[in-house]
């Protein structure tokens, strides 16, 4: 009995269940950590703290006579970026700075001969106590000129960077970690590790301490993912397509309790130690979820393959002879032991793997761009980033229903250039309910493209290098990740949205140049991945409930 017969015999259910629940858990607090950035390095509008002016602790934003006289352009509109720039990051010098009074003589008013300020006061009408607002890291160029990469990246852009460094280590020791030590205890130690240096962040007491803690829990929750999505994928069966997306889902309704968390807490600290208490439900994942039964079989395990096996299918309440596993032993001795180097083997994978690689940049681009702007979009943040991370779920839902009919290479093409056409025209309107309109529906396209290239990826490459060709994919994906914040600060909005438009529809093209995989195995080799090409559907067909069914019995019939 070979492969995808097994997996056919033992077929959907408790087994697949359980190891789904666990992953949901792990998969709603990645939700949480991914955004969270959003509330905790969140930025309000903000003034110069102005000396015996303001008190010596809180002081108020708005609503005080002197900001008039001490403050450069404080009741002006349509200023320059200069002089929004002094409006925030300046004040006008004192005539006799005594520090005794505050009237409107003892400043000179003059916009060509201003102070840079050396504490700020910061707009805590929405949200009261960001890492930013308690360490008062305003992003104001001139204020540290030893700062190297201003005026592009500010500080509190760079520590947000700081878990897009971490997702791109973590993307790449995920991946080789996954194919060495195995799915599950790839996934347990990072799970545990995620716990740890996560907890450890409100402890930060600086810029970077607090930039180090968030990069190693980055690493960690990252690793955690993708050898949770392989695994999940790989025991899933004819259910993949459906399984593959859905388990998505739990990040989006992780974003959302961020929202109403945020809302709740009002404090960075807080946050993360919610964060944290998500991860640790997952823990005991360990003794409940199998090791991924085709990575064992990789390893030549063929005994352990047996027992988890036997396992699935009791769980599943099916019938599955021991015997009838005899021929796995023979399928080990043919299983090719694969790294990252082989994703570059022949001229197939190399095409496959450039396209891969652009589609995933491009899918974290866009998809972390629109997601840490929402909170910059007029009115509520909590209500404006609610919204952008809710788009995601009917995105994967949609996705659900066409993935099998469709077929993963035309879904995954249409969705990027939705999100491609709709970044370009938000770019060059000015009506702002339109503008959040076509970013929501941009935030859709890209939400349905990076559930569908997770899929896709795993259907594309066998069974000893998929962990890596995920790992080094999402490793990539982390370059588009990291440009999200620089784009988010290019002015005007043409600019950044011209860019994530262009890169999106030259993805959403390229795409075509792939394999459809739907209704055919999942490589185990080398030789497998060639013959993708052939017989695969046309990519304008539309497939029926009874074509799929007989496409999976000829899979199984063929295994």
């Known amino acids: 009995m070979a492969w995808e017969e097994v997996l056919h015999q033992i077929g959907f259910g408790k087994w697949q269940i359980v190891v789904i629940t666990f992953f949901s858990v792990a998969m709603f607090g990645q939700g949480i950590m991914s955004m969270s950035q959003t509330f905790v390095l969140y930025t309000p ?77 910061f707009d805590q009408e929405q949200f009261w106590n960001s890492f930013i607002m308690e360490y008062d890291l305003a992003p104001c160029a001139s204020l540290d000129n030893q700062w190297p990469f201003d005026p592009i990246i500010s500080k509190a852009s760079f520590l947000g960077m700081s878990y897009m460094f971490g997702q791109l280590i973590g993307s790449l020791l995920g991946g080789l970690a996954g194919d060495y030590l195995g799915r599950l205890v790839c996934f347990e130690i990072g799970l545990i590790l995620t716990v740890i240096f996560n907890a450890c962040v409100p402890l930060a007491n600086g810029f970077w301490v607090y930039f180090v803690l968030r990069l190693l829990s980055s690493v960690a929750t990252k690793a955690c993912y993708i050898c949770s999505y392989t695994l999940l994928v790989e025991i899933s069966g004819s259910q993949i397509g459906l399984v593959g997306i859905l388990i998505m889902l739990p990040g989006p309704i992780g974003q959302i309790f961020l929202s109403a968390l945020a809302y709740a807490v009002q404090d960075w600290k807080a946050i993360h130690y919610w964060n944290s208490a998500f991860f640790v439900l997952a823990i005991p994942a360990y003794f409940w979820v199998p090791e991924s039964p085709r990575w064992l079989l990789s390893k ?191 002015t005007p909005l043409s600019l950044p949205m011209s860019i994530m438009g262009l890169a999106a529809i030259v993805g959403g093209l390229l795409v075509f140049l792939l394999p459809e995989t739907l209704g055919q195995n999942m490589p185990e080799s080398l030789c497998d991945v060639e013959r993708l090409q052939h017989g695969a559907k046309p990519w304008y067909q539309w497939i029926s409930r009874g074509d799929l069914e007989k496409m999976n019995q000829a899979k199984t019939e063929s295994a």
């Open 300 to 490: 030549g395990r063929v005994e352990r393959t047996k027992k988890t096996f036997l396992r699935g299918a009791r769980m599943n309440g099916k019938i599955l002879k021991e015997e009838d596993l005899y021929t796995l032993a023979h399928t080990a001795d043919k299983v090719e032991n694969l790294g990252c180097l082989s994703l570059f083997g022949t001229f197939t994978l190399v095409k496959h793997t450039l396209i891969i690689y652009w589609t995933w940049i491009v899918c974290s681009m866009v998809f972390y761009g629109l997601s840490l702007n929402a909170v910059n979009l007029a009115g509520n943040i909590y209500l404006n980033f609610g919204l952008s991370a809710f788009m995601e779920i009917p995105s994967y839902i949609a996705s659900v229903l066409f993935v099998d009919r469709l077929g993963r290479k035309t879904l995954l093409s249409i969705s990027l250039l939705l999100a491609g056409i709709s970044c370009t025209c938000a770019g060059f309107i000015d009506v702002p309910w339109l503008i959040t309109t076509l970013t929501l529906l941009g935030k859709f396209g890209s939400s349905a493209a990076f559930a569908i290239v997770y899929l896709y990826t795993a259907e594309l490459y066998p069974t000893a290098m998929r962990n890596s060709a995920i790992g080094t994919s999402s490793m990539m994906a982390r370059f588009g990740s990291l440009c999200a914040p620089i784009l988010a600060n290019l």
């Open 45 to 121: 509008d903000f003034r110069c703290r102005v000396p015996s002016c303001d008190p010596e602790g809180d002081a108020t934003f708005d609503g005080q006579d002197f900001t008039d006289f001490a403050i450069p352009f404080w009741n002006k509109d349509d200023l320059s970026v200069d002089q929004v720039q002094q409006k925030r990051c300046e004040r006008f010098p004192r005539v006799a700075d005594n520090g005794t009074t505050c009237l409107e003589d003892d400043f000179y008013h003059d916009v060509a001969q201003t102070e840079i300020c050396q504490a700020h006061v």
